[in-house]
């Protein structure tokens, strides 16, 4: 596969939760993006899924940026063997950070830091603020209440049929890599002054 984009954040979970398949995905997509040329961003821990992916991409020869802020240096066991450890002031700049470096953004499965990191994201995209792909990778249907309570604000009439668009749902690491051969790196916003309005 030959890259079309330069770099792809992943956000998952900082345990391996209770399936072998989620460490088994998320080392896949660790191993296909590095096969792919695909610089991978994520959180920076050492732990959980985060870990997994990080290390399947380090293995298989890819570039890999961590990003994790001051305060989780410890709680989420930063990682030594990235390319690139980046630490920052807060929560918030860490997520400003991942953003703008990627041309993508990968969710797998994960807790309360990673649902906020997806709604984050793709509250940006409704806004506007980025057209960059989210690929919500749905993993043995375990992101079936997630996906449910996407709808359920459709049906109520708080989100259009077009914002819940927004968010492309693939059953597993293979087709997430698939798809990512099909995006152009994003360079129709400026980061930097989409990043000033987050
Ligand atoms: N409130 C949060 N905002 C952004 N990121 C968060 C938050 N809480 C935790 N995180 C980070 O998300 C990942 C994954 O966390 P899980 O709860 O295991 O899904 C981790 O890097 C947290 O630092």
């Known amino acids: 596969m030959s890259a079309r984009i330069n770099a792809?954040?992943?956000f998952c979970g900082s345990r391996f939760g209770n399936m072998s398949a989620y460490k088994e995905t998320a080392e896949a997509v660790g191993a296909g993006l590095a096969q792919a040329g695909i610089h991978l961003v994520y959180g920076g821990g050492y732990v959980g899924l985060m870990g997994a992916v990080a290390d399947s991409a380090i293995q298989a020869g890819g570039r890999v940026t961590g990003i994790i802020p001051e305060f989780l240096e410890s709680r989420e066991?930063?990682?030594?063997?990235?390319t690139e450890l980046i630490v920052t002031d807060s929560m918030h700049t860490r997520k400003q950070k991942m953003f703008s470096l990627a041309d993508a953004f990968l969710i797998l499965p994960g807790g309360f830091g990673t649902f906020d990191e997806l709604m984050e994201i793709l509250t940006w995209k409704q806004?506007?603020?980025?057209?960059?792909?989210i690929l919500f990778v749905n993993?043995?249907?375990?992101?079936?209440?997630v996906l449910a309570m996407l709808d359920e604000a459709v049906s109520q009439g708080f989100a259009s049929p077009e914002a819940r668009a927004l968010i492309e749902v693939v059953p597993?690491?293979?087709a997430a890599l698939r798809r990512l051969e099909?995006?152009?790196p994003s360079h129709n916003r400026d980061d930097a002054e989409a990043a000033a309005r987050m």
């Open 8 to 10: 792809a954040a992943v």
């Open 77 to 82: 066991v930063m990682h030594r063997g990235v």
């Open 127 to 133: 806004l506007q603020l980025h057209s960059k792909p």
């Open 139 to 145: 993993i043995a249907n375990w992101a079936q209440a």
């Open 172 to 174: 597993d690491a293979a």
């Open 182 to 184: 099909t995006v152009s």
